[in-house]
C-alpha cells in the first residue's frame, strides 16, 4: 500500500484534508456510475457487471496501486477488445481473460516492468485510441437510433453497412431520447461546472422516458430485466485448460492497453496534482484489481483518465477519495438500484459518443498528420486502420514492431564510421619526432555498434586493401556493442590476418572493453594492440 503510505507520510490522511476527498470522492462515484454502465453494456456484459468492476477494480487500485489518485474501473478503450471476447467466449470467456490478463499485470509489475510500457511510441497510441474511438462510435449507432441491422456482420465494414441499410428503419422517438442525451452533454458541461454531465443528461433522459411512455424505446429494464439491489458476490468462473490456452492472447491484450491506459492516467494524475507514481506498483494494483473483479462478477478494468482528472480537479490528494468513490457506488446501488430500469439504452449511447469523440483525440490525430515525419505518419496510419478494419492485436503488434523498426534504422542511420585524414591525426598526436606510416589507415566510429549498424562497418572498411600496414579502428565514442558487432570485429580481424595488418583498436570504454575481453577479441586482437588512447600507438610504433 505505497500510496496510502506515502499519503500517510505527508500528512494527507490528517482531517483536515477529509473534506476535499470525501467531496471528491462522491463526485466521481457519481460520473462513474453511467460510465460504468454504458462501458459493461457496450462490452457485452450486464450493466450490474460494469458497476461491480468499478467498485471491486476501483477499491483495490486505491489501496495497493502506485498513484494517490488514480480512480480505476470499466474504461472506452477495452470495449472493442472486451466485445470481441464476449461475442467469441460468452461473459464467462471475458472474466477468465479479465482474470489471466490480472495475472500478467501482477507479473509486471513484480518484475519491474512498468518503465518499459512508456517506450511505446506515440504514433502506436494515438492510431490505436483513435481507432477505437471511430469503432465505439460506430457500434452505438444501434441503439442511439433504434436501429435492427441484420445479423451476421463481424467485421467493421461489414457492420457499418449492415448499420447503414438499417437506418430507413430507425425509431423516432429512440433518436430523439439520445438526441436530447446527447445535447445535454454539451450544455450542461458548459454551464454546471460541478455537476457531472453524464449524469445530469442521463436522468433528463430517463425522467422524459418515465414521463412520456413512448413505446419501443430499449431501457436497462426492457433489454437486462434491471439491476440487483445487492452487492457483488464471490464466484470462481468456471475454467478448462484448453479455455484457458485459447484466452492466452486475449489476455496479453488487455494486460498490455490495461498497463498503457493505467500508466498514462498516472502520468496525467501527477501532472495535475504534482505528485509522482510508481509505475511498477500501479501494476501491481492494476493486477489485483483484475485478478478479483471476475471474481465478485466483474470484469477487465484499467485507470481511467478522465475520472482520475475529475478526481484531481475535485480536490482530491489521497486515495482516500478513489475508497469513498467506491463505498459511493455500494450505496448508489443498495439504495437506487430499481430505478435504473427506466434508463434509456440511447441515452447510455449518447454518453458513449463523447466518450469516443474524446478518445479519438481528432486535434492531436491531425496535428501528428500534418507535422510528423512521414514514416511515423505511416505508423500512424497503419496502426489506425488496422485496428479499425482488423484487430487491436494485430494493430498493436503490428504497429509496434514498425516503429521499432524505423527506430533501428533510424539508430543505424545516426551511427557515423568515418576515416580520418593523416593530417588530422598527427595534428591529434601533437609529436613533431613522430611520423605515421604512410600506410596506416584510422577510422572513428560514433554511436552503438549493434547489428543495424555492422553493415555499415564492413561497408566503411571496404576501401581497405592488402597493403595496408596499420588499421586503427577508434571506440571512444562507442557506448555499447551487442553480439553483431562483435562479430563483425572477428570477421574485421579475419580479414586483417590474411592481408598481413595490423588492426589496434583504441579508446574502447570500460563496458564494451570488458565485452571485447569476454568474447576473447581482446586477447585475439593482442595486448599491444588494444589501447586507451591513440598516442600509446605513436610510442608502441617509436620502441619497435
Given at each position: ?334 439504495l437506487l438500484a430499481p430505478y435504473a430500469s427506466l434508463i434509456p439504452l440511447s441515452a447510455l449511447a449518447a454518453i458513449l ?192
Amino acid at each position: 500500500m505505497i500510496a496510502i503510505l506515502e499519503a500517510s507520510r505527508a500528512g494527507l490522511l490528517s482531517r483536515a484534508h477529509w473534506l476535499n476527498n470525501l467531496l471528491a470522492g462522491v463526485i466521481v462515484g457519481v460520473v462513474a456510475l453511467p460510465l460504468a454502465m454504458a462501458f459493461a453494456i457496450a462490452s457485452g456484459a450486464k450493466p450490474e457487471q460494469g458497476l461491480y468492476t468499478a467498485i471491486v477494480a476501483g477499491g483495490l487500485t486505491s489501496l495497493f496501486g502506485g498513484s494517490r489518485v488514480q480512480i480505476a474501473g470499466p474504461t472506452g478503450a477495452f470495449i472493442v477488445i472486451l466485445a470481441g471476447i464476449t461475442g467469441k467466449y460468452g461473459i464467462g470467456g471475458l472474466q477468465i481473460a479479465s482474470l489471466m490478463a490480472g495475472i500478467i499485470l501482477l507479473l509486471m509489475g513484480l518484475t519491474k516492468l512498468g518503465g518499459v510500457i512508456k517506450y511505446i511510441p506515440d504514433p502506436v497510441i494515438v492510431g490505436f485510441t483513435s481507432g477505437i474511438g471511430v469503432i465505439i462510435f460506430v457500434g452505438q449507432w444501434k441503439d442511439f437510433f433504434g436501429l435492427s441491422p441484420a445479423a451476421g456482420a463481424e467485421q467493421f465494414h461489414e457492420k457499418f453497412w449492415s448499420l447503414a441499410q438499417a437506418f430507413p428503419g430507425l425509431h423516432v422517438e429512440t433518436a430523439l431520447l439520445g438526441g436530447l442525451t446527447l445535447a445535454v452533454l454539451l450544455i450542461s458541461g458548459r454551464i454546471l461546472k460541478r455537476i457531472p454531465a453524464p449524469l445530469v443528461a442521463m436522468l433528463i433522459a430517463t425522467c422524459a422516458q418515465w414521463q412520456l411512455q413512448w413505446d419501443g424505446v430499449a431501457t436497462i429494464g426492457s433489454a437486462f430485466g434491471g439491476i440487483p439491489q445487492q452487492l457483488p458476490q464471490f464466484q470462481l468462473p468456471a475454467m478448462s485448460v484448453s479455455e484457458a490456452l485459447q484466452l492466452i492472447g486475449p489476455a496479453f491484450t488487455i494486460a498490455l492497453l490495461g498497463a498503457i491506459e493505467s500508466l498514462l492516467s498516472a502520468v496525467v494524475a501527477d501532472s495535475m496534482a504534482g505528485t509522482k507514481h510508481d509505475a511498477n506498483q500501479e501494476l501491481i494494483g492494476q493486477g489485483i484489481a483484475n485478478i478479483c473483479s471476475p471474481l465478485f462478477g466483474g470484469f477487465a478494468s484499467t485507470g481511467a483518465i478522465a475520472r482520475t482528472a475529475t478526481n484531481v480537479r475535485n480536490g482530491a490528494n489521497s486515495p482516500l477519495a478513489g475508497i469513498v468513490h467506491t463505498l459511493t457506488l455500494i450505496g448508489i446501488v443498495m439504495l437506487l438500484a430499481p430505478y435504473a430500469s427506466l434508463i434509456p439504452l440511447s441515452a447510455l449511447a449518447a454518453i458513449l459518443f463523447v466518450v469516443a469523440y474524446n478518445m479519438s483525440e481528432l486535434h492531436r490525430f491531425g496535428h501528428m498528420l500534418r507535422t510528423a515525419p512521414k514514416p511515423d505518419v505511416a505508423v500512424l496510419l497503419i496502426t489506425f486502420l488496422l485496428t479499425v478494419f482488423s484487430d487491436l492485436v494485430i494493430a498493436v503488434n503490428i504497429g509496434v514492431m514498425l516503429a521499432a523498426l524505423l527506430f533501428m534504422k533510424r539508430m543505424s542511420e545516426a551511427v557515423g564510421i568515418e576515416q580520418q585524414a593523416h593530417d588530422a591525426v598527427m595534428e591529434e598526436l601533437d609529436d613533431a619526432d613522430f611520423t605515421l606510416p604512410a600506410n596506416t589507415v584510422v577510422f572513428a566510429m560514433e554511436g552503438p555498434f549493434f547489428f543495424g549498424a555492422a553493415a555499415r562497418l564492413e561497408s566503411a572498411l571496404e576501401v581497405i586493401h592488402g597493403h595496408t600496414e596499420i588499421l586503427v579502428l577508434r571506440l571512444e565514442k562507442v557506448p555499447f556493442i551487442d553480439a553483431t558487432g562483435l562479430q563483425s570485429l572477428w570477421d574485421l580481424l579475419d580479414n586483417c590476418k590474411r592481408h598481413k595488418t595490423r588492426l589496434i583498436l583504441c579508446g574502447a570504454r570500460p563496458n564494451v572493453l570488458e565485452k571485447l575481453r569476454r568474447a576473447g577479441l581482446a586477447g585475439q586482437v593482442g595486448k599491444t594492440n588494444v589501447v586507451d588512447r591513440i598516442q600509446q600507438i605513436a610510442v608502441d610504433i617509436t620502441k619497435k
